[in-house]
């Protein structure tokens, strides 16, 4: 069983950039995809990015290309999300999730493991 937890969240301006962290408690993430994924006010969970723990390989959601990136130490077992030009669409509760490897990622239902959440608040 992995537990994850997410740090790193707190209120910001539009414009400004924060780093989301989330600590994972497993001996290797070999064979895992590591993901973010948010859930703003009103709106369902989605897909932020994700990460191949393995090969460090990335996917981003349109919506954040360019503005986060999303990274791990594999020595700590931490995944990071550094987010740039925050806007305030940007704002949600963002979640740490994992799951063993598979094509599929973007999906919600696809994964195994998820934090408690960090908050994220972009004001204009």
């Known amino acids: 069983q992995v537990q994850l937890v997410e740090s790193g969240g707190g209120l910001v301006q539009a414009g400004d950039s924060l780093r989301v962290s989330c600590a994972a408690s497993?001996?290797?993430?070999?064979?895992?995809?590591m993901a973010w994924f948010r859930q703003g006010p009103g709106k369902e969970r989605e897909f932020v990015a994700a990460?191949?723990?393995?090969?460090?390989?990335?996917y981003y959601s349109d919506s954040v290309k360019g503005r986060f990136t999303i990274s791990r130490d594999t020595m700590k077992n931490i995944m990071y999300q550094q987010m740039n030009s925050l806007q305030p669409e940007d704002t949600a509760v963002y979640y740490c999730?994992?799951?063993?490897?598979?094509?599929?990622?973007?999906?919600?239902?696809?994964?195994?493991?998820w934090g408690q959440g960090t908050q994220v608040t972009v004001s204009s």
């Open positions: 999730a994992a799951k063993y490897y598979s094509s599929q990622y973007t999906y919600t239902g696809e994964y195994d493991y």
């Open positions: 497993a001996r290797t993430f070999r064979r895992y995809v």
């Open positions: 990460i191949n723990w393995n090969s460090g390989g990335t």
